[in-house]
């Protein structure tokens, strides 16, 4: 009898000592959405302040400050040589690229637009992941996720007249480079501390902002505002470094997948702010469209792959 508990012990831990990491993770990943979903309006308060190149890169030398103060506190020796084209792309996609992407698209689109398109980023995460592992999803997560991309499609062509603005190209191209980073960040959080990936990627990533920051605000007008420095000290500490810290560690703690899920509720959030922060007037079409997709991404996350 005692033989039989102690060999049965061992399996009742290894079902019930996940769970709390597993909640630990799921709490984390939503402190990231919650902290990306303000990622919009913060925007477009800095722009009061500053030009978009300046914001872009005075955000990310802020936010990489930040990332190297944490890392030499904590006497982080330097990443394996291996995982630094890895970085690259997690700068490359979190760090510049879907910053500046979207900070010039919202000097011609409203935020609630803005929220719509990237509603799709959780579909293209997805796809991002799947070319990344060699998964093949099947052919029910491809239509849902073709049907989503229909719909972000269609509202886009509705707001605009008939065609694509140069907002939504913006926006289109931050949501691919955007998704890579996610992907690579995800991957990256499951061989180091999440915060420590994000936090390589900013400071590999400073030297290249330190002078665009330096070129942008000699030649961009500043004018400080109340709502641009806290627009500022947000994207920077908030969305940048905070908000990508928690998302990677959730994202490794219960996976890409479940992560995308929760992802679901970024873009209703905010909508939620460009109204109560902003005073923006939404569109009949906005909140549609953004049920619209999170039906098809919800699908694709039930989906058998």
């Known amino acids: 009898m005692t033989a039989q508990n102690s060999a049965t012990s061992p399996s009742t831990i290894a079902v019930t000592t996940p769970r709390p990491a597993v909640n630990q993770g799921t709490l984390l990943a939503a402190l990231g959405v919650l902290s990306f979903s303000l990622t919009f309006p913060s925007t477009v308060w800095g722009l009061e302040s500053f030009g978009p190149w300046s914001l872009v890169a005075v955000r990310s030398v802020l936010a990489a400050l930040i990332a190297g103060t ?31 992407l979207t900070t010039l698209a919202l000097q011609t689109s409203t935020t609630s637009h803005a929220a719509v398109v990237v509603g799709l980023l959780p579909l293209t995460t997805a796809t991002f992941a799947a070319i990344r592992t060699g998964r093949r999803p099947s052919r029910t997560f491809w239509i849902a996720a073709i049907a989503g991309a229909v719909v972000v499609l269609a509202f886009t062509l509705q707001q605009s007249g008939g065609a ?17 980073g996610y992907t690579e960040g995800g991957r990256l959080a499951r061989l180091m501390p999440g915060w420590q990936v994000i936090g390589w990627a900013l400071v590999l990533c400073l030297p290249l902002m330190a002078a665009a920051a330096a070129v942008a605000l000699a030649h961009e007008p500043v ?83």
């Open 164 to 180: 694509l603005s140069t907002g939504d190209l913006y926006l289109f191209g931050a949501l691919l480079v955007c998704a890579a």
């Open 70 to 100: 944490f890392l030499l506190a904590g006497r982080v020796p330097l990443p394996e040589r291996r995982h630094w084209a890895g970085l690259a792309v997690v700068g490359g996609g979190v760090v510049v690229g879907f910053p500046l």
């Open 223 to 305: 004018r400080l505002t109340a709502h641009g420095v806290i627009g500022l000290v947000w994207v920077a500490a908030g969305s940048t470094f905070f908000g990508l810290y928690v998302w990677y560690r959730g994202m490794a703690a219960i996976g890409i997948p479940r992560a995308s899920q929760l992802q679901l509720a970024q873009p209703l959030l905010t909508l939620v702010w460009s109204v109560t922060v902003l005073g923006e007037d939404l569109a009949p079409a906005a909140p549609l469209a953004a049920v619209g997709v999170l039906v098809c991404i919800a699908v694709t996350q039930r989906a058998k792959s």
